[in-house]
């Protein structure tokens, strides 16, 4: 069971918007930065948005992150094809001697 | 250009013990941390463990303490993962990681290594 929780799936037509949650506690999101990665089967996963809401040169601005409070969100306008993979949510956790820890990933659909 | 190349896949009997390599190239080794993440056959992202290129410091994910150790090299740039006591459970493809100064992001991985633990 993870510390961070995500739901294990998300599904929205091309052209639709999705968001995806991300919750935890005082320890872990409400200490710390998140970041977002996207994860394709047989490749390495990719950053998306780090700092809570920063987006890595590259990735579109219809891509968002927001943290409020112990909880997370990663926002994705304009469904593509090629935004369908599973993505996940990562923090540290002070409670975990600081160590990472990773939400259990949301599988995203695009119908 | 950062570049991260991992070696060490296979094929380990339960039991055993896999040392998993991650040669770095691009960048000044020791201003960086490295992580290594895997995803276990069927199951998510998981972070194991977590080392400074400067110090040798180490971080250890609560479920692999006692099984797991990382170890560089500055002399080659190379990060290394050992897991002893193998299971099946521990089939999964490994990942390393550079973990950033100053930000949340792991920009940089290596292209994964597929460990497969079978009698």
């Known amino acids: 069971q993870s510390v961070l929780t995500q739901p294990p799936a998300v599904s929205a037509a091309p052209g639709q918007k999705v968001t995806i949650s991300c919750s935890g506690s005082?320890?872990?999101?409400?200490?710390?930065?998140v970041s977002w990665y996207q994860h394709l089967p047989g490749t390495a996963p990719k950053v998306i948005i780090y700092?809570?809401?920063k987006r890595p040169s590259g990735i579109p601005d219809r891509i968002s992150g927001s943290k409020s409070g112990t909880s997370a969100t990663l926002g994705i306008t304009g469904l593509q094809t090629g935004d369908e993979a599973d993505y996940y949510c990562?923090?540290?956790?002070?409670?975990?001697?600081?160590?990472?820890?990773f939400g259990g990933g949301t599988k995203l659909t695009v119908l | 250009q950062v570049q991260l190349l991992q070696s060490g896949a296979g094929v380990k009997k339960p039991g055993a013990s896999v040392k998993v390599s991650c040669k770095t190239s691009?960048?000044?080794?020791?201003?960086?941390?490295f992580s290594w993440v895997r995803q276990a056959r069927g199951q998510g992202l998981e972070w194991m463990a977590w080392?400074?290129?400067?110090?040798?410091?180490?971080n250890y994910a609560q479920g692999f303490q006692g099984r797991v150790a990382m170890t560089t090299d500055a002399s080659t740039s190379t990060v290394y993962m050992e897991l002893r006591s193998l299971k099946s459970d521990d089939t999964a493809v490994y990942y390393c990681?550079?973990?950033?100064?100053?930000?949340?992001?792991?920009?940089?991985w290596g292209q994964g290594v597929q460990v497969i633990v079978s009698s």
């Open positions: 700092d809570n809401s």
């Open positions: 080392i400074s290129a400067y110090s040798g410091k180490t």
């Open positions: 990681v550079r973990d950033e100064n100053g930000n949340s992001g792991w920009f940089y």
């Open positions: 005082t320890s872990n999101i409400g200490s710390h930065y």
């Open positions: 691009g960048f000044t080794f020791s201003n960086f941390g």
């Open positions: 990562v923090t540290w956790d002070t409670n975990l001697n600081t160590g990472r820890v």
